[in-house]
């Protein structure tokens, strides 16, 4: 995607963090911005700061499917069709899956990915309809590839964005629409105080909040990358069409760790035939998928 102005982009999770910084960042290049969050005093705050009449604030939850088509319905009222989505709004909980209860689960994937999945779900139909192109940018994090016992049901969330966001960008390539994952690693944000945001009907924790725990993990997210930083390098990534975003170089030597570790676990050995002949299908196809997706 080579212009951004006069475009509108719809960015949940937009009054705090790394959604912030993408507001700015857009603002800044034309774009009309609808920050869509659950906090009403931080889209104030957001809309105070920016100080832009091409914004505007919506409050919702990303996990209501109603919520989700009301404020898809009332940004393009306001700003004109979406051509620029990201599907950004998150919440942590730092705790393992054994000591995690059903609310625990419903809360997180909740967010983290029935948000994305209601995001797709609201905006890919009307951008397909329209005919015209666009991008979608779906927040993971590097907890999309490295996982920990803590924090389980996050990483749970994250590689299941990766794998829709990576199954989407095949299918809406040919609609022009690219999509991309944000990979972050830690950024400086709001996010170590997601408690504040978690429903009272989902308030039955396998584990009693650690508000000493809550407060270190502040101090870690203030060592983070700035969120225009984050932003600006999302803004970069969409006008080369990449897929995977990852602001942060220091993770690439872990990856290959990690990588190097997945492939000395593969079996060595021959497949029968016919299997070979479907897998060497299967393979060319999503060569070509990858490289129909770039544009290449
Ligand atoms: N901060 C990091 O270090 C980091 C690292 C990797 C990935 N991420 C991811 O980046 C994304 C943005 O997080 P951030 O770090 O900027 O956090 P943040 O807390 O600063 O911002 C997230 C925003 O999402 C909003 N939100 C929470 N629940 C919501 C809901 N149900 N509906 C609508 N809005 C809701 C919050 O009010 C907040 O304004 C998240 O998906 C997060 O998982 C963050």
């Known amino acids: 995607m080579k212009d951004f102005a006069g475009r509108t982009a719809f960015i949940t999770g937009g009054a705090n963090g790394i959604g912030l910084g993408l507001a700015r960042a857009l603002l800044a290049e034309g774009v009309k911005v609808a920050i869509a969050d659950i906090r009403q005093d931080s889209i104030d705050a957001a809309l105070d700061a920016l100080d ?12 209501s499917r109603e919520e989700f088509a009301e404020a898809a319905d009332e940004a393009e009222r306001r700003l004109g069709p979406v051509s620029l989505v990201f599907n950004n709004a998150g919440i942590n909980l730092f705790q393992t899956i054994d000591e995690s209860s059903y609310d625990d689960w419903d809360w997180v994937l909740g967010v983290n990915l029935y948000g994305v999945i209601n995001g797709v779900q609201t905006f890919v139909p009307r951008m397909k309809g329209r005919g015209a192109d666009g991008h979608v940018v779906n927040t993971a994090s590097m907890s999309c590839f490295l996982a920990g016992p803590v924090p389980g049901i996050y990483n749970t969330a994250k590689f299941a964005v990766r794998g829709l966001s990576e199954s989407l960008r095949y299918s809406l390539a040919p609609h022009r629409i690219g999509v991309s994952v944000l990979c972050p690693g830690l950024v400086k944000s709001h996010i170590h105080a ?26 870690v997210h203030e060592a983070g990358m700035e969120r225009d930083e984050v932003a600006a390098k ?4 969409i006008h080369e069409n990449k897929f995977y975003i990852f602001p942060h170089p220091e993770f690439r030597d872990e990856l290959r760790e990690v990588f190097d570790e997945i492939i000395a676990d593969y079996p060595k050995g021959d497949a029968p035939v016919e299997r070979l002949a479907f897998e060497r299908g299967r393979r060319e196809n999503y060569r070509k998928a990858r490289a129909a997706a770039r544009g290449k």
Do not use: I, Y
Not at 200 to 207: E, F, S, V
């Open 52 to 63: 832009n009449h091409e914004a505007t604030g919506l409050c919702m939850d990303v996990s």
């Open 194 to 219: 997601s408690d504040e945001v978690r429903p009272d009907a989902l308030g039955a924790r396998g584990k009693p909040v650690d508000a000493a725990f809550n407060t270190q993990l502040a101090k």
């Open 234 to 237: 999302t803004l970069e990534a």
